[in-house]
């Protein structure tokens, strides 16, 4: 596969990645307000997904070089598209903490094997280049997220933050693994 090819089509799925994280914060107070949720289960919402993404990502990685990284990502991406579909469905805090922490395991999985096939895919020199692409990509999902956020948000529901990132998940898979 060519080497260009694979830093575009980490692209999508980096901007997804810091998309993914901020866009909840500035749903949270909507979001306590639409389920009832306390204050405590509320702060669970964001807690979840760093708790679990600090915890696996180095064992995940490990399994993506144990296993592929490709699997490792078609596992990842799945994961993230379905856990977000279900949280943007929650009707109770405690539901939408579950699928927090499932999107927090497939960030997981999905930044470390990343991370891998641009490291196997680019030589020395290069390497630094594509990370800098990655890490200017990842930027712009984490700068986007609190406004994409704020406008899903006062336009439509706290439920269109999840239920956005399921489809450009769907959409990232097909033109990856399909």
Not at 22 to 31: H, K, W
Request: charged letters at 5%; a neutral charge; glycine letters at 8%.
């Amino acid at each position: 596969m060519n080497k260009w090819v694979v830093l575009l089509g980490s692209f999508p799925a980096t901007f997804i990645l810091g998309l993914d994280y901020t866009i909840v914060s500035i749903a949270l107070p909507t979001i306590q307000q639409s389920l009832g949720a306390s204050f405590i289960q509320t702060q669970w919402v964001m807690n979840i997904f760093m708790l679990m993404l600090c915890i696996l990502m180095a064992s995940m990685g490990r399994l993506g070089d144990i296993v592929g990284s490709l699997k490792m990502l078609n596992i990842g991406w799945v994961l993230l598209a379905v856990s977000s579909l279900f949280a943007g469905l929650a009707e109770d805090p405690l539901w939408l903490i579950v699928w927090r922490a499932f999107q927090g395991v497939s960030i997981a999985i999905i930044v470390p094997n990343n991370i891998a096939l641009l490291s196997h895919t680019f030589v020395e020199k290069e390497a630094g280049f594509a990370m800098g692409w990655w890490m200017s990509v990842l930027a712009v999902g984490f700068a986007l997220g609190p406004v994409l956020g704020g406008v899903l948000c006062e336009y439509l529901s706290w439920r269109s933050i999840f239920l956005l990132i399921s489809p450009l998940c769907w959409l990232v898979w097909c033109l990856v693994f399909l």
